[in-house]
Nanobody, 126 residues
Framework: DVQLVESGGGSVQAGGSLRLSCAAS????????MGWFRQAPGKEREIVAA????????HYVDSVKGRFTISQDNVNNTVYLQMNSLKPEDTAVYYC????????????????????WGQGTQVTVS
């Protein structure tokens, strides 16, 4: 069974921090491309960050560079998104997703490239 479960969302003031977690089961996150996406009302789902841990490769959308950090726990098969200096425009539902390794090496990382998805967790910044 493949399951991705997100947690850690909530409501924070601008400038605050949150850490999102994605626990993977039936899937080895450290040997695949793992991504965080977000979708705000009226907007398309967009990549936030992705990682292929075996080669220490990471990707960040320009709007979060320097503020967000994606990482993985090899022992617990969990991927994290540390979000600092949050802004109101970061408000969205955040999704964890898994894809084949090659997806982390393409120029444009798209939601359709990912095979498995979590249920999403709401992040609200005011």
């Amino acid at each position: 069974d493949v399951q991705l479960v997100e947690s850690g969302g909530g409501s924070v003031q601008a400038g605050g921090s949150l850490r999102l977690s994605c626990a993977a089961s039936g899937y080895t996150s450290t040997t695949n491309c793992m991504g965080w996406f977000r979708q705000a009302p009226g907007k398309e789902r967009e990549i936030v960050a992705a990682t292929y841990a075996a080669l220490n490769r990471t990707h960040y959308v320009d709007s979060v560079k320097g503020r967000f950090t994606i990482s993985q726990d090899n022992v617990n098969n969990t991927v994290y998104l540390q979000m600092n200096s949050l802004k109101p425009e970061d408000t969205a539902v955040y999704y964890c997703a898994a894809a084949p390794t090659a997806v982390c090496f393409v120029h444009s990382i798209l939601p359709g490239d990912f095979d498995f998805w979590g249920q999403g967790t709401q992040v609200t910044v005011s």
